[in-house]
């Protein structure tokens, strides 16, 4: 891996969240300063657009997908959570081409800071998930996608501890009822269901609670269910004391049965240790095929599975503090067909074997 | 058994002090986002001296290589190529057509390496040209290792053209090897060893050439012993090298520039009808003998003995680790399952090993504006996995240009993608349509198969003719064809546009029927009344009667459909009232005019032809 390009964030505080759009070529970020800025190339027009603001630290932001438009969403400490909209200039405007971000809604219902916010997959239409320090999960839904400020709330789900975030499965296969697992970095000793997972059920018409992952015992950070691969089993990535992969395999429902949610086989596939600290952050390729994981160490690893299903760590990504040279290539910039190891290259001019 | 045994590979982020920070990032298609942060929210957080930055990483550098964009592009007209090779072809027509393609493989890598050692030369000086060189370097290795595995693997050299293939492997890629047989060769008895050198073709079996070397072999050992050379000790040394005497080759040991060189010399000179499977032996011995000690080996020197032993899943591994890019052992890996190798040596993951690397290396080319394509190519001979890994990918290149997309749609409905062409089509339609791009929103819409954004979108022209009074992009409208039904307000935008050109044209008549119809078959929303009725009223207003008694009833009918059906409101607003005031008066226009043609009608039609 190499360091493409760097690019000033242009905020005055810390960034929380960082995200790219569904075709990488703009970039969200989120800070204390309170504000939510979008880039794009840089020296093109779209980049610099103004920024969209909270009153309050901005915890996480997310891209909705470009079928509903280009649209963001943040969750602040503020309580609040916020769906943004970009507005192209019309042409007879001064700011012709340039665009400019409107907030469309701001969602209120949350009683303290607002943790995470998740689009959902773009099957289930335009919906969005939050979770809160309050431990309540709320789900909702523009009916109209064409008017983005209304929003309604279709359901809340309480976890009974303090959520920390919360992620969709993406799985958009038909065998596979809308599913979200909640992660919660809630440190009392009572506190046993860190990680669950609630499915729908379309006879009920609500989510109810399908698993809790009681192995899981220490605060959660972050959570992840990775893209699928068109596989029958589910694969979801937790962000703990450690990096941990589980496998959910629902378990086949006789066929009278109706009703109750799923149940799954739970089995831990990794349990990497490697950050030495807390983990912060993990998240899935679009493949589904590399999760990288964020900890205290500083550092970003990560983890790939071979042919034979087994995973390792296979880079690290981590900062000496060295001057950012603007925006020319940095890192390994090695371009090859290329070897890690220059000694592929000596030991066929023979200058080290033998000599 | 894992390739990623290596070390994983650091990769350093500027601006960032990972002793006292961390990092957030997010992944792309084919990049990385990565910013410093400090996840302990509970401290207090420190106004940031200086302005943060965001990097972007990327993994596969070698995509943006222009050089190598070439080799990228041939070798995927081999694969593509190898792929459709006949497959009731056996026994040796297969083998020569596997081959062939092998040095169509290696061939396209001399090709790449000299393209870059013009570069490398003409910049020796600068970074750049010592970049050209490693390049330069990397290639020529892993010309090495395939022309090895062509030999062991595919070509399947049997004992006594093995060594001849081996010689010439080694001529080509060692060229002191020239100037030490000159040596050798030149203060030697040349008849002796020109038989020697004579190697047979075809016509000579094994056997035969074995006794006659054996013939020879002995004939040497005897001279050394009698001290035939012993007055000169250049001569005697060069005798015990001819005899393969290790010690003697080792001495001269600077004339040989690795280990491998050395194995096929003493091979040529002690073992020159070696089988394959005893190769290993002497491998292993040569390059121990080689190193004496001093040094180890290292990745090349493990992956050309993997070939030796014959452990075709060691190669690919140690090919894996030690190269980042996965082009070669991706197309090796392939060409090797086509010589059904993968199988035979009990490799029971093979097809998946094989598709596995195929699409890491695919993976890679869908992050390039333009490789993409040849993506596509890799994961439609994936039969396992390359379909959902093709629709995973497709839809996230960036459709810079409307060219581009078209691209990207083609393979998708060649492929029947249909989810696929849909989500694009959608992408592209609410792109337009936010750009107020109305004629391609609904052009996307219509490619989509969505009826309901087809309807958005012509409920929007509607509204652009209302507000103006003309529609845009009448040529799309006009020509809608077959699509209009694809949304009952399609189809009415479609058919009012008719109305326009048939009133256009003079054809009263026509449009006046288009124009009831459109009414009485519901096809019109309901909002849309008026402004038909309205429209009406020019013809009716013409000289002639256009409308018959009875289209002016079924007039009449809408008219007070649509007055009766309006609701009585509580307080109306000066601005209602003035509204109210308008309607009224159109209202009792329309009445009159009807009330006029149907007078009219009802004469004409009841009065005699020509009267």
Redesign the interface.
């Known amino acids: ?20 759009d ?4 703009r ?1 969200a ?1 989120c800070s ?1 300063d309170q504000s939510v800025k979008v ?1 794009a190339e840089p020296g093109s027009k779209r980049d610099l657009a103004r920024p969209a603001t909270h009153s309050g ?1 901005v915890w996480r932001v997310t891209w909705a997908h ?5 649209v963001l969403a943040s969750c602040s400490f503020d309580r609040t959570a916020a769906v943004w909209e ?1 507005i ?1 200039g019309e ?1 007879n405007d001064k700011l012709r081409g340039q665009s400019h971000w409107v907030k469309r809604t701001t969602l209120v219902d949350s009683r303290t800071s607002v943790t995470d916010v998740k689009f959902a997959p ?1 099957h289930m239409g335009l919906m969005l998930a939050t979770c809160s320090a309050d431990g309540i999960v709320r789900i909702y839904e523009a009916p109209d996608v ?1 008017n983005l400020s209304q929003w309604s709330l279709q359901h809340e789900i309480s976890c009974k501890l303090s959520c920390s975030c919360i992620s969709w499965n993406p799985s958009s296969s038909r065998a596979h009822a809308p599913m979200i697992a909640v992660g919660s970095d809630d440190s009392s000793p009572n506190a046993m269901a860190k990680v669950q997972i609630f499915e729908y059920n379309e006879n009920t018409r609500k989510y109810a609670k399908a698993e809790t992952l009681l192995t899981v015992t220490d605060p959660v ?1 972050d959570i992840a269910f990775a ?1 699928n ?2 596989r029958s089993f589910h694969i979801l990535a937790i962000a703990t004391k450690d990096v941990r992969i589980f496998t959910l395999k629902p378990v086949r429902k006789e066929l009278t049965s109706s009703g109750g949610p799923t149940k799954f086989e739970i089995h831990i596939v990794a349990q990497f240790d490697n950050h030495n600290s ?1 983990v ?2 993990v ?5 589904g ?1 590399v999760l ?1 994981s ?9 983890w ?1 599975a ?3 299903d ?1 995973w ?14 603007g925006s020319s290539q ?21 200058s ?3 000599r | ?4 045994d ?1 070390e ?34 509970k401290e207090k ?4 001296a200086g ?9 596969d ?2 995509v ?2 222009k050089i ?1 964009r070439k ?1 990228f592009n041939e070798s995927h007209g081999i694969f593509v190529g190898l792929q459709r090779i006949e497959e009731e072809l056996t026994g040796k027509s297969r083998k020569a057509q596997l081959v062939r393609v092998s040095k169509n493989y290696r061939s396209v890598i001399r090709a790449c390496m000299e393209e870059m050692h013009q570069f490398a030369v003409a910049d020796k000086d600068s970074a750049i040209g010592r ?1 050209f060189s ?2 330069v ?6 010309e ?1 290792i395939w022309n090895l595995c062509e030999i062991l693997f595919i070509e399947v050299a049997p004992a006594g053209p093995l060594l001849l293939y081996l010689l010439d492997w080694v001529r080509l890629h060692v060229c002191e090897v020239d100037s030490l047989s000159a040596d050798v060769l030149g203060s030697e008895n040349p008849s002796k060893h020109e038989s020697f050198w004579n190697l047979p073709g075809n016509t000579q079996t094994l056997t035969e050439l074995e006794l006659r070397w054996q013939h020879w072999h002995e004939e040497c050992e005897r001279h050394l012993q009698d001290g035939t050379f012993a007055s000169n000790p250049h001569l005697e040394s060069l005798c015990k090298v001819l005899l393969g005497d290790d010690a003697a080759l080792l001495e001269h ?1 600077e004339l ?4 491998y060189h050395f194995l096929v010399t003493r091979l040529l000179y002690s073992q020159p009808t070696v089988k394959p499977m005893d190769l290993h032996l002497y491998a292993q011995s040569s390059l121990d003998l ?3 000690g001093e ?1 180890s ?5 493990n992956i050309l003995m993997a070939a030796f032993e014959f452990d075709i899943h060691q190669v690919i591994k140690e090919c894996s680790i ?4 996965w ?2 052992v991706a197309h090796l890996t392939d060409l090797l399952d086509h010589c059904k190798l993968l199988q035979s040596h009990n490799l029971y ?1 093979g097809s ?2 094989r598709e ?1 690397l195929l699409l890491e290396y695919a ?1 890679g080319l869908f992050a390039h504006h333009s490789l993409w394509q040849l993506g596509v190519d890799y994961c439609d001979h994936c039969p396992e ?1 390359g379909r ?2 093709l629709e ?2 497709i ?5 810079t240009t409307e060219q581009k997309a078209l691209k990207v749609l083609r393979v998708c409905e060649q492929r029947q993608m249909t989810e696929q062409v849909r ?1 694009i089509c ?2 592209l339609a ?2 337009a349509v ?3 791009r109305l004629g391609s929103a609904l052009s996307w819409s219509i490619r989509a198969k969505d009826a309901a954004f087809a309807t ?1 979108v012509s409920d929007r022209f509607l509204r652009d003719y209302c507000e103006r009074g003309c529609f845009s992009d009448l040529d799309l409208i006009d020509n809608l064809g077959p699509a209009m039904m694809l949304s009952d307000r399609l189809t009415f935008l479609g058919k009012y546009r008719e109305f326009h050109r048939l009133y256009g044209e003079k054809c009263f008549v026509d449009a006046a029927s288009l124009l009831l119809s459109l009414m009485t078959s519901q096809i019109a929303p309901r909002s849309f009344w008026m402004t038909l009725l309205t429209d009406a009223l020019p013809l009716l207003e013409q000289k002639q009667v256009i409308f018959s008694a009875e289209q002016t009833y079924e007039l009449l009918r809408c008219l007070e459909d649509l007055t009766s059906g309006r609701p009585l409101c509580g307080e109306p607003d000066a601005q209602q009232l003035q509204d109210d005031d308008i309607e009224t008066t159109k209202v009792e226009i329309l009445r009159l005019a009807l009330a006029r043609n149907l007078a009219r009608s009802i004469i004409k039609e009841g009065s005699l032809e020509g009267s």
């Open positions: 891996m190499f360091v493409a390009r760097s690019i000033a964030a242009d905020h005055k505080d810390l960034i929380h969240d960082v995200s790219f569904f075709h990488g070529r970039m970020t204390s880039r630290s470009p079928e509903f438009g280009q970009e192209v042409s773009k064409m950070h893209p691969l068109g807390q912060w952050r998240s899935w390729n679009i493949t095929t990288a964020s900890g205290d160490d500083g550092c970003v690893r990560l790939k071979n042919y034979m087994n390792k760590c296979t880079g690290i990504l981590k900062g000496n503090g060295s001057p950012v040279n940095q890192g390994n910039s090695n371009p090859s067909v290329g070897s890690n190891i220059p000694s592929l290259q000596n030991s066929l001019n023979g080290s074997a033998g | 058994m894992e390739e990623f290596g994983p590979t650091v990769t350093w982020i500027p601006g960032v002090n990972s002793q006292k920070k961390q990092m957030c990032f997010d992944w792309g298609p084919g990049e990385m986002l990565v910013c410093e942060t400090s996840f302990n929210k957080s420190e106004m940031v302005c943060p930055f965001i990097h972007i990483i990327r993994k550098i070698d943006y290589s190598l080799l970049q490693s390049q370097s990397i290639l020529s290795a892993v090495l040991k040989l520039s690795n280990w080689f190193l004496g040094s080996p290292e990745p090349l020197d030690a190269l980042s890019n082009w070669f993951f998946n090993m596995f993976s996995l959902v890994s995973l990918h839809e996230r290149i960036p459709l989500s959608k992408v609410m792109k936010r750009n107020n958005l």
